[in-house]
T-cell receptor
Framework: DAGVIQSPRHEVTEMGQEVTLRCKLI?????LFWYRQTMMRGLELLIY????????DSGMPEDRFSAKMPNASFSTLKIQPSEPRDSAVYFC??????????????FGPGTRLTVL | DAKTTQPPSMDCAEGRAANLPCNHS???????VYWYRQIHSQGPQYIIH???NNETNEMASLIITEDRKSSTLILPHATLRDTAVYYC???????????FGPGTRLSVLP
């Protein structure tokens, strides 16, 4: 299995531009998580989905951020408009089905976003 | 909501056991203890988890105290490739509060 795939691996953009990060789940997994990691705040959960349905988006920082799962194996995280403070490494992770504490998450390699 | 505290950094000699402590004194009965690690520039990697019994897998052992207020992750024979940040987190049956703290930066020294 190829594992969780994220693209792009690096993204540099200018303030005000729209940014779209992509994630492909491990085949057969039904839960998808988006995280953001910065030096200041560490690793933060932004949102997670079960079977394409957003379950908890309380970590999404503001309306500029949106996440979707157009199908069972793919997700996007969009930032519009982007700001310099959005600069971070964004990880997605997947698991079989997140219905409790016994499910481990498999993380992708991350997308390093720099907003100038 | 249980929170965890870990020492910010530790050193370990290559080939020796690395014992990483974690305090979770406010853990509740339905919360599991999970350990992940993050090697530089990579995504976090699952290591092990447990509820109240000690657990062992091919990577590590997890020792949870009887009162469940603390735990220790043991890497029995640390190698240079085990140098990473190790995160101890607690999570309940509903998957809530999946919060990574600052973790422990383990340096395995030759």
């Amino acid at each position: 299995d190829a594992g969780v795939i994220q693209s792009p691996r690096h993204e540099v953009t200018e303030m005000g531009q729209e940014v779209t990060l992509r994630c492909k789940l491990i085949s057969g997994h039904n839960s998808l998580f988006w995280y953001r990691q910065t030096m200041m705040r560490g690793l933060e959960l932004l949102i997670y989905f079960n079977n394409n349905v957003p379950i908890d988006d309380s970590g999404m920082p503001e309306d500029r951020f949106s996440a979707k799962m157009p199908n069972a194996s793919f997700s996007t995280l969009k930032i519009q408009p982007s700001e310099p403070r959005d600069s971070a490494v964004y990880f997605c992770a997947s698991t079989l089905y997140f219905n409790g504490a016994t499910d481990t998450q498999y993380f992708g390699p991350g997308t390093r976003l720099t907003v100038l | 909501d249980a929170k965890t505290t870990q020492p910010p950094s530790m050193d370990c000699a290559e080939g020796r056991a690395a014992n990483l402590p974690c305090n979770h004194s406010t853990i509740s009965g339905n919360e599991y203890v999970y350990w992940y690690r993050q090697i530089h520039s990579q995504g976090p990697q699952y290591i092990i988890h447990g509820l109240k019994n000690n657990e062992t897998n091919e990577m590590a052992s997890l020792i949870i105290t009887e009162d469940r207020k603390s735990s220790t992750l043991i890497l029995p024979h640390a190698t240079l490739r085990d140098t990473a940040v190790y995160y101890c987190i607690v999570i309940n049956n509903y998957g809530q509060n999946f919060v990574f703290g600052p973790g422990t930066r383990l340096s395995v020294l030759p």
